[in-house]
């Protein structure tokens, strides 16, 4: 299904849909009134996109230098070029630390590599302890929002479902209660896991360290009970020095959740005494994105949701009506890269407003990027034949003033007088959630004229 079939299904629940757009701006407000906040904010963005535009330019370089770092420090650097090489990497540490209980917390990367299904499929269990990534967990569905990935769940929704897989009693969706439960249920967890896996938000080459982002200390919690922790990174994750990280996460809380700092920001060096530290180092498509000169800069992102929040299309379709790991504008770059087809819809879910760019804290511009994946797509992929033929001939009416003008006034007589079923028929896409404003007599071109003349 295409993004505007899946939206449709989302779009059926008004009163949902409402709440999710509300909830989303509240989100960007906050981030507004973060950023304004801090003097400078500008040049923190600028700094930000820089360092990211030096290290894929040298991304060999910091790589090489983050394993030697790492390895100095006793942890164990695996690489995997693809998904499935990165979910065997993980299966073979489990397997020879016998572990069949991980606790993880969250990582877009192994969503994107299907971890949990893989894991699973061997026997393993695997708890998601982000709350938000275990709501989505027990309902059996993937994140809609790479921030807040239950954002699309109501608190009653969250209330049945516990008490369908936890036991708990019904309380109205009281989100206090149902937090507490959800600490208890974890809590065994993390004291019973073999193994606790995180993903990693930023790897800093000059100390072979990673800096792991969370609001709930469940990283910390899994990778200090666990006797192994292992931290699965994409490639781009690298910044060079530790100086830089001050302006990272300056950008990242703040564009997040308009938080001043992430509740935790926890620092990983090496493994802790008796134990094992590993890291998964993955490219997945990685660098065949470096390779495409128009796209490449999106590897800049560090995973904060800003443009998701401030999206038009994202608030009021939602994160699964894009069928892909990263949902939104971002994502909307990312996932044509990984298949071109299956994706081809998405880089037409904007409005090419440019909110998106304007948010982002590593200054990517993703309007353009999605306006540019239009231009490929509809060369590369086959379009619906209607769409084809409308644009055809619009492109021959719009390069054509006095036909330009003959079909303006063809339409405006079509919209005053035409039946409503023609008017409102399954062509006017617009029409068929709203009305249509009034039509005036004339158009803007009697209407400048005839201002001019009056002075
Ligand atoms: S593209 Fe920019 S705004 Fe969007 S998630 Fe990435 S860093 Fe944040």
Known sequence: MSH??????????EAKVNWHDKALWFVREKRDTAAHKVKGW????ELASVIKANVLSNLDNYLIEFETN???????????????????????????????????????????????????SKGIEVIDTDLGERIVQLAKETPSHIVLPAIHKTKEEVDELFQKHLGTKPSNGNPEYLTNEARKHLRNKFLNADVAITGVNFAIAETGGIVVCTNEGNADMGAHLAKVHIACMGIEKI?????????????????ATGQPITTYSSHFNKPTLGNEMHIVIVDNGRTEQLSREDFRSSLHCI??????????IYRRSGGHSYDATIPGPIG?????????TKHSSLPFASTLCGSCTNVCPVKINIHEQLYKWRQLIVKDV????????????????????????????SARWMLTYAPRFIVYSKLNAWGKSRELPKIENGNFDQWYKNRNKNG
Not at 332 to 340: A, N
Request: net charge positive; aromatic share 6%; charged share 25%.
């Open 303 to 312: 995973r904060c949701g800003a443009c998701m929040n401030t999206c038009p």
């Open 332 to 340: 909307s770059i990312l996932s044509p890269g990984k298949d071109l």
């Open 70 to 120: 790492a390895v100095k420090n006793g942890i164990k650097v695996h690489w995997a070029s693809n998904a499935e090489e990165h979910n065997k990497i993980v299966h073979s540490i489990l397997s020879e630390n016998n572990a069949t209980k991980i606790v993880k917390s969250k990582s877009m990367l192994t969503e994107e590599c299907h971890l949990n299904p893989y894991l699973e």
């Open 42 to 45: 500008e040049y923190l963005r």
């Open 239 to 255: 910044i060079p020095k530790e100086e830089h990280l001050g302006i990272f996460l300056r950008l990242l809380a703040r564009s």
């Open 382 to 409: 086959k379009q619906p034949l209607i769409k084809k033929t409308v644009l055809k001939i619009m492109g021959k009416v719009l390069a054509r003033p006095k036909l330009y003008a003959i079909f303006g006034k």
């Open 4 to 13: 505007s079939e899946k939206a449709a299904i989302f779009n059926k629940n």
